[in-house]
């Protein structure tokens, strides 16, 4: 089994910025991929950002320019680097990764951190 476990989120007035962390932990061989996702106040959740094992990156074009993933492997942890945060970033932010056992890929998610953004 594999945990997901975020932080970092809160409340922050518009124009600030906010850093989330997210930790795997448990029987991992190795991550292939991570990324972000989020589900605001009636909406489908859609995604943020994601990052492949190699570093790849791809950014939601609302998010692009503001915020930044990034990885640390030797951790297995995923951040995402908001800034210039606008009230409709108001969400549920999720972790998901890509975990490899050796023999097979499985899908994780975290339970989530909240995001609250004011005008």
């Known amino acids: 089994q594999v945990q997901l476990v975020e932080s970092g989120g809160g409340l922050v007035q518009a124009g600030g910025s906010l850093r989330l962390s997210c930790a795997a932990s448990g029987s991992i061989f190795s991550i292939n991929g991570m990324g972000w996702y989020r589900q605001g106040p009636g909406k489908q959740r859609e995604l943020v950002a994601t990052i492949t094992r190699d570093g790849s990156t791809v950014y939601a074009d609302s998010v692009k320019g503001r915020f930044t993933i990034s990885r640390d492997r030797a951790k297995n942890t995923v951040y995402l680097q908001m800034n210039s945060l606008k009230p409709e970033d108001t969400a549920v932010y999720c972790c998901?990764?890509?975990?490899?056992?050796?023999?097979?890929?499985?899908?994780?998610w975290g339970q989530g951190t909240q995001v609250t953004v004011s005008s």
């Open positions: 998901r990764a890509l975990v490899s056992t050796g023999s097979s890929e499985y899908l994780y």
